[in-house]
């Protein structure tokens, strides 16, 4: 569902909000009740929607998430968090704001 709410503008707000509903360890049952659909809302995105696209096409996403794990092992990384900017690697939590500054330095703006 990550890979469809990207597709649809998302990903990250998606990401996210499912991410704190999963792993905060604030909320029981997270995969129970309303509480992806109601994380899906926040980040912009509709649940049902999402998960209709992954049905409607399911070799398509999987096909799709095969390819960004061998784009990771190419770029010689192997887990989360790992982005690779411009050829530079970022591993880890404490690297992300490293990688902010690097694409700033190459024009990245915050959007109001």
Avoid: Y
């Avoid at 990771?72 to 970022?90: D, I, S």
Wanted: with cysteine.
């Amino acid at each position: 569902m990550g890979v469809a709410a990207a597709e649809r503008g998302c990903g990250l707000p998606f990401i996210c909000e499912v991410s704190q509903i999963i792993f905060s360890g604030k909320v029981d049952g997270w995969n129970e009740g309303s509480h992806l659909a109601d994380a899906s809302d926040r980040a912009g995105a509709d649940l049902a929607e999402l998960e209709a696209a992954v049905a409607a096409n399911p070799d398509r996403f999987d096909a799709i998430i095969a390819q960004n794990q061998q784009d990771l092992e190419a770029a010689g990384h192997w887990g989360v968090p790992t982005a690779v900017f411009e050829g530079e690697p970022f591993f880890g939590q404490d690297r992300l704001d490293l990688l902010v500054w690097r694409m700033q330095q190459k024009g990245l703006r915050r959007r109001d």
